[in-house]
């Protein structure tokens, strides 16, 4: 038997493709990367309204970028669902995350 696809499941039922994806666009988390002009370091965050949340970060309202400014939006992936926001926020703080945002935005870091 075949696998159905997201959108052909019970909750989907009644919408049109255009309806869904709008549901979507508007209740996206995102996990964001900020590099930092003054020192070249990265910050990694996580939120429900990315543009909102950067702008917090340049206006100096978050403490842990705050001495950090000028900064730079250089990377965001957004989710469905927080918690995978989060996880993916975890996951670009380790080790392995950094060396993949690395890989990532080669071309940004090399110019």
Known sequence: MRKAHWWQEPQFTGFTPREIFQV?????FYTYVLRSKK???????STKNLKERFEQHCAGKVISTSYRRPLALIYYE???KEEDARRRE??????RGTM????RLKSYFTG
Do not use: P
Request: aromatic content about 16%; hydrophobic content about 50%; charged content about 25%.
């Open 24 to 28: 979507f666009m508007t209740v996206m």
């Open 100 to 103: 993949f945002l690395r890989r």
């Open 39 to 45: 020192d070249g370091k990265l910050y990694v965050g």
């Open 90 to 95: 975890k996951t670009l703080k380790s080790f």
């Open 78 to 80: 957004a989710c469905v």
